[in-house]
């Protein structure tokens, strides 16, 4: 062999390894810019040979479909953006078009982030930018970082949301604005818990997260909110296997009274807000503004695909002289009951389109049907189960009078009230689902531990209720994690 066929030889050796390491060099690029574009059309391609294979062949043969590829829907993350930011490639963005706090940027920009607190976001666009100042002067362009990618899954509901078995906590808005509910999560879904409820309004009337809705944003009843990005926490928990539901306190609502007092109960006497020195402002259940504004809410979240939504205080005030009440009546002059039935009526018509479930919570009592409490509340079960998925009486055994239903210390008897109210509650409803609020705290119940909540769980389930919900206003649930880990999975 002469020199000129050995370099000939060797050059070819070479120009293989050469195009191999240029080929996993252009797969490694693919993967890491667009590897989201990739799992699409992977999803589109899996997605449509499945639908090909149902065509042709009989479903009973092919029981599992849709559990063995789910067909996804994306989302371009960057399709709406505020005036200011760009999007590049994988690079994020923000040209100042005036003096500029880095904190309004950072409030803005969260949203495409990986962050979840606004202070956080805020730091690293300093630290990236080599910023020292809070603010940033006209046309300097502001790189953000830990953008997401340009493609997310779609959280909304291809198709209607399946009741299921529901073991779930309730957080506050603060607590659910926190970075500490990730370990929180975490911890008690080892235990059992499945699903979290989280405030988007409780009775302040504050809106917890970033709203679009026109009339939220009219009055800026999220001026103080708690949630920095209520995307993400809906996304990363349902990632995480976590069945999402947002709490609604709709007529209750003492933002709203004091920002348009027009929409609050009236007084006949005074001419003001109704029982205003009582420390409970209601809004109007009559009024189609106060019922527009609960149900657009309750829209947009559906639309950012929670698993469910959860109307609380969905009722009328029982604390107060009632007869000096002013209603609007914009619906026609009607009973409570019908006020509060046709309400709930308009808001599960327009939720179901978005292929979620609506679930109500109503005075533990009302199961019991005694008519005084129902024309107080005008929450008549027989009435509201056909507007809902699921009902929730709240039958913390403590907020029971002594001597209810002949027995003498309520709070102390967490197996009969649990079972009573679910069954009582469950023969009124016509078949809808029942899921009660169980009591996780300690007052006017001396025998509150771990061994209240197991009666409390198994109260439940043998009433045939499809799960149960703890409430605890602090959000301090550590009985019922002792509770729960010393149960066998098979009780829970």
């Known amino acids: 062999m002469n020199f000129l066929e050995y370099l000939k030889i060797k050059f070819q050796k070479q120009k293989y390894i050469l195009s191999f390491v240029i080929i996993v060099i252009h797969i490694l690029i693919l993967f890491t810019i667009d590897c989201n574009k990739i799992n699409y059309h992977a999803d589109r391609l899996k997605s449509s040979a ?51 706090k880095i904190r309004e940027i950072a409030k803005e920009a969260i949203v495409y982030t990986h962050f979840y607190k606004i202070y956080k976001l805020k730091k690293a666009i300093k630290e990236y930018n080599g910023l020292r100042k809070n603010s940033v ?38 607590t659910a604005g926190s970075e500490k509910i990730w370990q929180t999560v975490n911890r008690f879904k080892k235990v059992g818990i499945n699903a979290i409820v989280f405030d988007a309004k409780d009775v302040t009337g504050i809106v917890n997260y970033n709203s679009n809705v026109p009339s939220v944003r009219k009055f800026n009843t999220h001026k103080k ?40 109960i009236r007084s006949k006497r005074t001419g003001g807000i109704w029982n205003s020195g009582s420390g409970e402002l209601w809004c109007d259940p009559t009024n189609k503004i106060v019922q527009d504004y609960n149900i ?46 046709h309400f709930l009526k308009r808001a599960y018509s327009v939720i179901s389109k978005r292929n979620t479930l609506l679930s109500i919570d109503i005075f533990g009592v009302v ?49 009969y009230f649990i079972y009573q109210g679910c069954k009582k509650v469950a023969e009124l409803s016509d078949g809808r689902v029942v899921r009660p609020w169980l009591q996780a705290f300690k007052w006017r119940t001396p025998t509150y531990g771990q061994d209240y909540i197991r009666k409390e769980i198994i109260a439940s389930r043998d009433s045939g209720a499809l799960g149960y919900m703890f409430w605890n206003a602090k959000n301090k649930y550590e009985t019922v994690y002792m509770a729960m880990s010393r149960m066998n999975k098979e009780d829970l």
């Open 137 to 174: 002067k006209k046309d300097r362009v502001i790189y953000i970082p830990f953008s997401l990618p340009p493609i997310l899954p779609d959280m909304r509901k291809l198709s209607k949301t399946q009741i299921k078995y529901i073991r779930a906590l309730y957080y506050s808005g603060s």
């Open 225 to 264: 909110r708690t949630i920095d990005d209520v995307d993400q926490l809906i996304r990363v928990l349902k990632n995480r296997g976590i069945y999402v539901i947002t709490r609604i306190s709709v007529f209750r609502d003492s933002l709203l009274c004091k920002k348009a007092p027009d929409l609050a």
């Open 296 to 341: 657009d809410i309750a829209v947009e979240l559906a639309e950012k695909g929670v698993d469910e939504i959860q109307f609380d205080y969905i009722r009328f005030p029982t604390v107060g002289d009632f007869n000096d009440a002013d209603l609007k009546y914009h619906f026609g002059k009607a009973t409570k009951e019908v006020s509060i039935a």
């Open 367 to 415: 199961a019991w049907g005694k008519s005084v409490d129902i024309k107080k509340t005008g929450q008549r079960i027989e009435l509201l189960s056909k507007y809902c998925d699921i009902i929730s009486p709240m039958l913390y055994p403590s907020h029971f009078n002594d001597d209810f239903d002949k027995i003498q210390n309520p709070g102390d008897n967490p197996y």
């Open 50 to 100: 499945i639908s090909l294979y149902e065509i042709i062949t009989p479903w009973n043969n092919y029981p599992q479909a849709e559990d063995v590829i789910p067909t996804k829907r994306y989302i371009k993350t960057y399709r709406k953006l505020p005036s200011g930011f760009i999007h590049a490639g994988n690079m994020f963005f923000y040209k100042t078009e005036k003096k500029t």
